[in-house]
C-alpha cells in the first residue's frame, strides 16, 4: 500500500511504501540519500504503534465490563438462591 505525504517544507509530495502496518519506503529526499527512518516514516509507524495500544486498551476494557456484568448476574443469583 502506498501513502501520498503532502511535504511541510515545499508543495511536493511524498509517497510512502508500507507493509503489512509498517512504513518500509520513503521518497523524501531524507530517507532517499540518507537511509534512515525519516520523519514521514516515524510519524506513520507512531500512528500505527498508538492506534494499536488504543485497540488492546479497548478490548481490555471491553474484557472487564464482561467480568463485571458476570460477577453481577452471580451476586444476583447468588442473592435469588439460584
Ligand atoms: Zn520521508
Redesign the pocket.
Known amino acids: 500500500m502506498t501513502k501520498t505525504i503532502a511535504s511541510q517544507t515545499s508543495n511536493k509530495h ?1 509517497f ?1 511504501t508500507i507493509e503489512t502496518d509498517h512504513a518500509v519506503d ?1 521518497t ?1 529526499p ?2 532517499q540519500y540518507r537511509h534512515h527512518e ?4 516515524r510519524q506513520f509507524n507512531a500512528e500505527v504503534t498508538r492506534a494499536a495500544a488504543f485497540l488492546a486498551l479497548k478490548a481490555r476494557i471491553a474484557a472487564a465490563e464482561r467480568e463485571a456484568r458476570v460477577a453481577h448476574r452471580i451476586a444476583f443469583e447468588l442473592m435469588m438462591g439460584l
Open positions: 511524498y510512502l520513503c523524501c531524507d530517507h525519516c520523519k514521514h516514516m
